[in-house]
């Protein structure tokens, strides 16, 4: 038995739920940081999936884990897991590591059968003692027992019950944190709404799995978690696929032009195309390519017929695309490319997040091919950033790369939902009338560099683009070096001026301390919890995390320049720290670097930046 | 959906034409396809502001800087890939892609292939000069075996495409084929790509006076080409010859080519050419037929009906909404999604 008595506040709590791939733990988990939300929690998820589609039932590899952190001040989905639910001994063995020291564990004993535990490859038929789990931290329940007799007399049949184990774990897991059944349910009755048998058997379930919480485990000590005051209005719980969806959405309703997305099936991309497949119920127009460069090309042809042109992927589909980014850079239409990152390179670790092509997205084109790149901080911050991404690609007339990587694109936070007034009108740089009568050329610019859109039906404005190179004057192709040299500096400069048209670099944290961490994209969470860890700490930093990298915000060099010290975290061996120290000559930059396919630790962030001020080595390999 | 009003006599062929100065070698068979374009687009009516030409790569793939219409010039192979968008974006505006052999059935093949099997409305301008002429003479995926080219100098050691063949395979329902010096057949043929709804691919046989001149010569010669070809007419018995006595019958599963009058052949056994029926079976023999014991087949081989993907993209667009019925981004969040309200 578990030892405590009574109720313990905590600021936040950390659940891993983990078990084989068709055990529903997603679910569970998703129920779970939603009803948490509703209870005004902040949440952050992250599911953590095999490689495997369908790995054999109970083996190592099968396993499929879910991670939510919920409370105040929730950045993360937690380093590691104060709860961790093991749906069987191979998920227990995988997922122990994920748990932190002293935290309780909650398993069904019921599989812990010898054919089980040979497949989980165990040595001795006792996990528990094999593992050196402290027996006082284990809760084993005998939930496949519980599931079967509270389900005895529902007519179902045992597989269909075996279904239900999921939401026996999650009614015990709402005894503990103290989260309310009925929330719970109603979630599931709009889930189950045309199954009304299942939704009542999963009703039985999770009133059983709370009971059995509270009568055994009465005299366990359970949780309540803070609440934090959130902007007033209506949330709900997106990831950063789907929340990258909706922003380019958002820009198609701001900017007028419809949306049209050419793309190709990419791990871990494709849900950008689901959701945008989907939403043909709000005229947008999703269109599964036969391949990378199709979906890219279409969406090019689709740019210059006036539309919103997306084309998503993940890096080795960017790695195809870009003779066709190359087109869009030189035709200069507004495109957008969203790049998923996995790890690579070729194939490499598709389930898997790194920051490693932020390199070629800036330079992973033939000749001068300057475009703009952005990237998302967070699951929600993905809406923010592609629409800004559309946003500068239809006001500035380019291409323009959203990294976003798998964490975020996985990943999932409460989301409050937009009002229409929340986001800019967007203005198509559009050829007027009056610049058609005074005998506009298709390469005329503006003072910004950019030239108008014409669109294909509009009388007087036919013109033809394509990827040689135009004359300065007269639009007409044209070979003459001079001229080409002018015009690569011509493209180069209206990619640079899109600095005066975004945010300027906001520095969080410790304001004046001596050294600033730096980070960007995707692993912002983890930088502003290691930041906020360090300073409590006494270790003074300050924090910059961006997300505009090219170009880079335009006071971003002399804010760095203020500082002693610039320690960059990232998820590879350095890019954007090379990227920085190339501007900035005569200070060092300093790293803290990881390339295993999983996000940061904070205290990998934390012991790196305590490391290197004290003179060692950001990043120490075993 | 936008549409467009199509006036035939609105427009000269010169409403067409840009004023850039065309810059294929002379005797190049791409400035007669070229001239036939513009008075083919005429005839259509369809507005020049209406129409958008894309290209890919290739001596054929500069045409669209010759037109007065929308047009890109773009990369490598990928004309069908940038022509779908534009015309899935906007179908109501005419597309016409340009490709040579190497473009569209080289680097290009995919594109092709899945454009015709989409049967997406473009009208698909193959001109099959069966050698690479911008890079200087290598042989195409339409060079004949044996074919000796600059980086084929002892003949190459491949069968080449034929591109009838492919558009069948990808189950095309409109595939026509001219020569470049019969010009009033491209001339119906163009017409006839752009009136059908869905993928069109129209073979057009140019000569390159560069590197493979006389490469049709068999088929296009003044004293020759009456017996090497048979224009096919819908509805029409299929003759051809220089005396118009000469005929195609079914020979088993294949056909053969006959004198009327000679070894009890009459007219009543020669076949009517049917383009419209949904069978590609007869089709197909009679795109495969090459000149030589049987005369190859120019005007219109095949022309079906089907729905279009622009089309049925469209369709499908208005249906889900009408069904779904959002008003915005926000009210599909708040209608489809799991939402709760924070004071």
């Known amino acids: ?365 033939n000749g001068e091919s300057p475009l703009c790149v952005l990237a998302a901080a967070s699951p929600t911050d993905c809406f923010t950033m592609a629409f800004e991404a559309a946003r500068i690609a239809i006001e500035h007339m380019t291409p323009v790369i959203l990294l976003t990587d798998a964490f975020i694109a996985n990943g999932s936070s409460a989301w409050r939902i937009p009002e229409a007034e929340d986001y800019p009108e967007i203005h198509p740089h559009f050829v007027d009338a009056n610049r058609l009568e005074a005998g506009w050329k298709p390469f005329d610019r503006d003072e910004n560099q950019v030239r108008y859109w014409a669109i294909p039906g509009t009388p007087g404005a036919m013109h033809r683009v394509g990827g040689l190179e135009k004359d300065i004057r007269t639009s007409a192709i044209s070979t003459d070096g001079k001229n080409h040299e002018k015009m690569v500096q011509i493209r180069r400069e209206k990619v640079a001026r899109i600095a005066n048209d975004i945010p300027e670099l906001k520095v969080a944290g410790k304001q004046d301390a001596k050294t600033i961490l730096v980070g960007w994209g995707g692993t912002y969470g983890h930088l502003y919890t290691a930041a906020e860890e360090l300073n409590a700490e006494g270790c003074e930093v300050a924090l910059a995390h961006f997300r505009y990298i090219n170009p880079l915000p335009k006071n971003a060099l002399e804010v760095l320049r203020g500082y002693d010290r610039i320690i960059v975290a990232e998820l590879n061996t350095g890019q954007f720290a090379d990227y920085l120290q190339m501007q900035l000559p005569g200070k060092t930059v300093e790293r803290i670097n990881k390339v295993e396919g999983q996000p940061f630790m904070v205290r990998e962030i934390t012991d790196g930046v305590k490391r290197l001020l004290a003179g060692q080595q950001g990043t120490i390999k075993e | 959906m936008e549409t467009t009003t199509v006036n035939p006599g609105q427009y000269a062929p010169a409403d067409y034409k840009s004023e850039q100065s065309v810059r294929w070698c002379p005797g190049c068979g791409d400035h007669a396809i070229l001239n036939v374009l513009h008075k083919a687009m005429a005839a259509l009516g369809v507005p020049p502001e209406k129409t958008a030409v894309i290209s890919g790569i290739g001596c054929s793939s500069r045409l669209p800087y010759y037109m007065n219409t929308y047009g890109m010039h773009t990369i490598h192979g990928r004309a069908a890939a940038i022509a779908t968008g534009v015309k899935t974006a906007r179908p109501d505006l005419t597309v016409w892609q340009i490709s040579g052999d190497g473009d569209g059935l080289a680097i290009g093949g995919n594109h092709f292939i899945h454009a015709v099997r989409r049967n997406i409305d473009l009208n698909i301008l193959l001109f099959n000069n069966k050698i690479y002429g911008l890079t200087k003479g290598q042989y195409s995926p339409t060079s004949d075996r044996g074919a000796v080219t600059k980086s084929s100098p002892y003949g190459t050691t491949e069968d080449p495409f034929i591109p009838a063949e492919l558009v069948f395979g990808a189950r095309g329902n409109f595939f026509a084929r001219s020569i470049d010096i019969a010009l009033d057949t491209t001339k119906e043929v163009m017409v006839a790509a752009a009136r059908h709804k869905g993928a069109s691919v129209v073979e057009v046989l140019q000569n390159c006076v560069i590197f493979n001149n006389g490469s049709h010569s068999m088929l296009s010669d003044k004293d020759r080409r009456d017996e090497h070809t048979i224009h096919l007419h819908q509805g029409e018995k299929m003759l051809f010859g220089k005396e118009m006595n000469k005929g195609l019958v079914q020979d088993g599963f294949g056909l053969r080519a006959v004198t009327i009058g000679e070894d009890g052949w009459t007219l009543d056994d020669v076949l009517v050419h049917d383009a419209t029926t949904p069978s590609n079976f007869l089709h197909q023999q009679l795109a495969m037929m090459d000149g030589n014991e049987l005369p190859l087949a120019i005007g219109i081989i095949r022309d079906v009906d089907a729905l279009s993907y622009d089309e049925a993209v469209e369709r499908q667009v208005e249906e889900v909404k009408t069904k779904k019925g959002f008003s915005n981004l926000r009210d599909m969040i708040i209608k489809t999604c799991e939402t709760w309200e924070s004071k």
């Open chain 1, 1 to 365: 038995m578990l030892p405590g008595t009574n109720v313990k506040t905590l600021d936040r709590v950390v659940v891993r739920f983990s078990g084989d791939s068709g055990d529903g733990m997603q679910l569970a988990g998703n129920i779970f940081s939603n009803v948490s939300a509703g209870e005004g929690s902040q949440i952050s998820t992250f599911p953590d999936y095999p490689a495997e589609i369908r790995a054999p039932q109970g083996s190592l590899s099968g396993v499929s884990g879910f991670q939510v952190n919920v409370g105040k001040g929730v950045h993360t989905p937690g380093d590691e897991a104060d709860v961790l639910v093991a749906m069987n001994p191979a998920a227990l063995k995988t997922n122990l590591k994920y748990l932190k020291p002293g935290g309780i564990i909650i398993c069904d004993v019921d599989t812990f059968r010898p054919a089980d535990l040979k497949k989980a490859e165990y040595k001795t038929d006792d996990p528990v003692k094999e593992l050196g789990i402290d027996e006082n931290r284990i809760l084993l329940v005998p939930m496949t027992t519980l599931l079967k007799h509270t389900l005895e007399d529902s007519g179902m049949d045992p597989k269909s019950i075996l279904k239900c184990k999921n939401m026996l774990a999650l009614g015990l897991i709402c005894w503990l944190f103290d989260r309310p059944v009925e929330s719970v349910l109603r979630k599931l009755e709009k889930k189950f709404a045309k199954k009304p048998a299942v939704y009542e058997a999963n009703k039985k379930v999770i009133q059983a799995g709370w009971d059995y919480g509270h009568n055994t485990h009465s005299s366990m000590s359970t949780y309540r978690i803070e609440t934090e005051d959130v902007k007033p209005g209506t949330y709900t719980d997106v990831n950063g696929n789907t929340a990258t969806a909706w922003g380019l959405i958002m820009a198609s309703e701001k900017s007028g032009r419809p949306l049209f997305l050419g793309s190709y099936p990419i791990t871990p991309a494709t849900d950008i195309l689901h959701e945008l497949a989907k939403r043909k119920d709000l005229g947008m127009k999703a269109c599964q390519m036969e391949d990378e460069i199709a979906g890219v090309c279409s969406a090019i042809g689709a740019s210059y017929a006036g539309h919103l042109a997306v084309t998503s992927t993940s890096g080795p589909g960017l790695a195809l695309k870009s003779e066709g980014i190359g087109l869009a850079v030189m035709a200069e239409l507004p495109l957008v490319v969203i790049d998923v990152q996995r790890g690579g390179p070729s194939t490499g670790l598709p389930t898997k997040t790194e920051q490693t092509d932020l390199m070629q997205a800036l330079y992973g084109r």
